[in-house]
Antibody
């Protein structure tokens, strides 16, 4: 069964840090382009960032609001994706989804989603 | 960045109705447009990719059309399980921006 399972969410104070994990199964993780997408309470979907497969360079891209604060990484030996979040702000409060990109290229779709993990940034 | 808009922002419909949701991109994105369905408390689900291709397992009452800047998601006969929020998303360039969503609820 194809599955993505996020963990690591919780309550953190402004300025703090948190690391999210996403365990993948049911597909060849090492070949996958993976992204994080977030959703603030009552709001729409916002792409956070992406990491390409190592075969395609393993490079990362980030949305402007998180660039320089968030870092996406992967451990292909553990089939796990990570999101390191530093200098957290109240506006980072959201459900964070781990997603699989359907192609090894720019033009694809988010075809597999995790269940999401809630991150609350509050004093 | 490419901007995405959707209309309407919400609509009320009855079971059996034909429902149409529109998505517009701020510049041409060819056919690189995806549609997602999200129910309350759940993760989004991919319905349509590349503007008109039905994702595996998605009922055939869902269809997509359009190219360039204007796109449409159509539900031919609304079912009780279709009451949800629908998002479009462009995959033409980075960042992959989502539309603001269209909430479909029961009339």
């Amino acid at each position: 069964e194809v599955q993505l399972v996020e963990s690591g969410g919780g309550l953190v104070k402004p300025g703090g840090s948190l690391r999210l994990s996403c365990a993948a199964s049911g597909f060849t993780f090492s070949n996958a382009w993976m992204s994080w997408v977030r959703q603030a309470p009552g709001k729409g979907l916002e792409w956070v960032g992406r990491i390409k497969s190592k075969t395609d360079g393993g490079t990362t891209d980030y949305a402007a609001p998180v660039k320089g604060r968030f870092t996406i990484s992967r451990d292909d030996s553990k089939n796990t994706l990570y999101l390191q979040m530093n200098s957290l702000k109240t506006e980072d409060t959201a459900v964070y989804y781990c997603t699989h990109w359907s192609s090894s290229g720019q033009k694809g779709a988010f075809d597999i989603w995790g269940q999401g993990t809630m991150v609350t940034v509050s004093s | 960045d490419i901007q995405m808009t959707q209309s309407p922002s919400s609509l009320s419909a009855s079971v059996g109705d034909r429902v149409t949701i529109t998505c517009r991109a701020s510049q041409s994105i060819s056919s690189y447009l995806n549609w997602y369905q999200q129910k309350p408390g759940k993760a989004p689900k991919l319905l349509i990719y590349a503007a008109s291709s039905l994702q595996s397992g998605v009922p055939s009452r869902f269809s997509g059309s359009g190219s360039g800047t204007d796109f449409t998601l159509t539900i031919s006969s609304l079912q009780p399980e279709d009451f949800a929020t629908y998002y479009c998303q462009q995959s033409y360039s980075t960042p992959p921006v989502f539309g603001p969503g269209t909430k479909v609820d029961i009339k």
